[in-house]
Structure formats: structure tokens, C-alpha cells
């Protein structure tokens, strides 16, 4: 990854715990500004995502430049270039920066939206 990339993230703007995740993530500034996206928009970013056969129900999609990060790879590679100001980011650093810890909690949390939004009474992101 290179600094000053240009960072896109595309993550579902309707689950709350997401939004807030995105909310609290703060980059080090070596690594600029994260562009969010909400992937129930359409974007030339979310077409490119489901034209590769992923679902963005599975993971959240990470863009630095042209490179595509997805679910716990893209989790992992924002907690590599996560600050470790505040609570929170030194938590996500922790728990993330580790690529195999990453794997193995990225699809429970995946289960855990899907759970939410179905308690919350809301779709998954359409395909």
C-alpha cells in the first residue's frame, strides 16, 4: 500500500453497527482520506465488486487505488493503516492487524449484520 493512496471504501450505509465503524475508524494521515460509500448506491465500485462474484452481503470492499480489498482482507488492511489513537482504533488494531484473526472473526461478524438487520426489520444490501 502506498501513502497518500487513494482510499474507497464501500460498505453498507444502512447497518448501524457498519456506519458506526466506519465512523470511528481514523487512518494515519500518512495514508490521506477514506472516501465512504454506501454499496446499496450504485457506483462504478460496487459493479466492479459483483462483476468479480462477490457478495457485498459477505464483506465490506476496500479500493487503495486500484487494488481490491474484501471482508476480512479489507478489515485487515484498515487496521494496518488505522492510527492507534483512542480506544477503539488500538482495539481494531489489535484484533485486526493479526491477517489469520482477521479471517476467523470477519465471518461472524458478517452473521452478526445479517442477524441485526433482520432483528432491525431491514434488506440485505440488494444484488
Do not use: W
Not at 465512523?23 to 500518512?30: I, S, T, V
Not at 464483506?59 to 476480512?72: H, I, K, M, W
Not at 487496521?79 to 480506544?87: D, E, L, P, T
Request: proline share 3%.
Amino acid at each position: 500500500m502506498s501513502s497518500a493512496a487513494s482510499l474507497k471504501l464501500l460498505y453498507d450505509g444502512e447497518c448501524p453497527v457498519c456506519t458506526r465503524y466506519v465512523a470511528m475508524l481514523r487512518l494515519r494521515e500518512q495514508f490521506g482520506e477514506l472516501r465512504l460509500m454506501n454499496a446499496r448506491e450504485e457506483s462504478p465500485e460496487r459493479t466492479r465488486v459483483e462483476d468479480l462474484g462477490l457478495d457485498l452481503n459477505q464483506g465490506f470492499a476496500l479500493f487503495v487505488d486500484e487494488e481490491l480489498y474484501f471482508g476480512d482482507r479489507a478489515i485487515h488492511a484498515l487496521a494496518m493503516m488505522s492510527s492507534k489513537s483512542g480506544i477503539f482504533n488500538r482495539m481494531n488494531y489489535f484484533v485486526f492487524s493479526h491477517a489469520s484473526l482477521s479471517r476467523v472473526l470477519y465471518p461472524v461478524l458478517a452473521t452478526g449484520r445479517r442477524i441485526l438487520l433482520k432483528l432491525l426489520g431491514r434488506d440485505l444490501i440488494p444484488q
